[in-house]
């Protein structure tokens, strides 16, 4: 039978206080100053796969709210205004919350800000690697990654196979 690993991991002797904190931050993000970039979309990744693996690094929730956090603008101003849609008259912002033993839950809240930090600088995408893993983690979702590492030769073409070599001509 399958146990998971304990929480505690900190301290494993018992030291633990077992005293458990929750807390929230606030992270604002920079609409304003960057209105052409796709924030939302570079947080969430993949499938949200981005934000997933945030959260797990971290044990904390980050929960992005705020004018623009709902996809379907439509949707977004129907629910305005409605309880627990408050949020979206503020502008984009991200919220973190953590549920986690006295003794580390700041040092994880700082974390998953720092990373954020990252994933919220605009770069140019030409240097941009984080996009290019996203995109790359993206094709192998999708089941389109092409394989350099297969081909000899630098071609895509469909006209070699595995090996190199052209196919045979085929009348039809």
């Known amino acids: 039978m399958f146990h998971p690993p304990s929480r505690n991991w900190l301290s494993p002797q018992g030291n633990s206080s077992g005293f458990i904190v929750k807390k929230t ?8 100053k960057y209105p ?3 924030f939302v979309g570079r947080l969430l990744g993949p499938k949200g796969n ?3 693996r945030v959260e797990a690094n971290t044990d904390c929730r980050v929960l992005i709210r705020g004018r623009g956090s709902i996809k379907d603008a ?6 305005r205004g ?3 849609y408050e949020h979206l ?3 984009l912002h991200l919220v973190i919350e953590a549920e986690l033993p006295a003794e580390i839950i700041d040092i994880r809240l700082m974390q998953a800000r720092e990373i954020l930090d990252d994933m919220l600088k605009p770069v140019d995408e030409s240097m941009d690697f984080f996009k290019k893993q996203q995109l790359r983690e993206l094709a192998m979702l999708n089941g389109t990654l092409k394989d350099n590492s297969s081909q000899k030769s630098g071609s895509v073409s469909p006209f070699r196979n595995s090996m190199g070599m052209k196919r045979a001509k085929t009348r039809g």
């Open 89 to 91: 008259n503020e502008p």
């Open 74 to 79: 439509a949707k977004e101003e129907l629910m």
């Open 50 to 52: 981005s934000l997933k």
């Open 36 to 38: 052409n970039f796709n």
């Open 82 to 84: 409605k309880p627990g």
């Open 25 to 32: 931050m606030r992270m604002d993000i920079p609409v304003d």
